[in-house]
């Protein structure tokens, strides 16, 4: 509940400013992408202001999404890793409460005996 109450508390303030910014920068802008001729218009991009801002914002959170996955690889590996083991080492415990059983029952059958 708390977690939800954080989220909206975020994501609202955060939406309200996007839209904003949406409408305060409708106006249409040039992305020239030829640095050494900036009006060729083959590699020239031209859309509203706020396009080239929320495709930054995109890229971005691409970017950093992607390294933050590539940096933590070794500590997904070493979990896949314990847990193959920890699973390895349950099945045992298993096997040997169930030896253990079986002598601990023969025993009390000859006991009886």
Do not use: C
Request: hydrophobic letters at 50%; glycine letters at 4%.
């Amino acid at each position: 509940m708390v977690k939800k109450v954080i989220t909206l508390a975020v994501m609202i303030p955060l939406g309200v400013i996007l839209i904003v910014l949406s409408v305060a920068n409708r106006q249409s802008v040039t992305l020239a992408l030829n640095p050494f001729r900036p009006d060729d218009q083959l590699l020239a991009l031209a859309a509203p202001f706020f396009v080239f801002l929320f495709s930054a914002l995109i890229l971005g959170l691409v970017i950093g999404s992607t390294v933050t996955w590539f940096t933590q690889a070794k500590y997904r590996k070493l979990a896949r890793t314990e847990a193959r083991e920890a699973v390895k080492w349950h099945e045992e415990a298993d096997r040997q409460k169930s030896r253990a059983e079986q002598i601990s029952g023969r025993t009390y059958v000859e006991l009886a005996k």
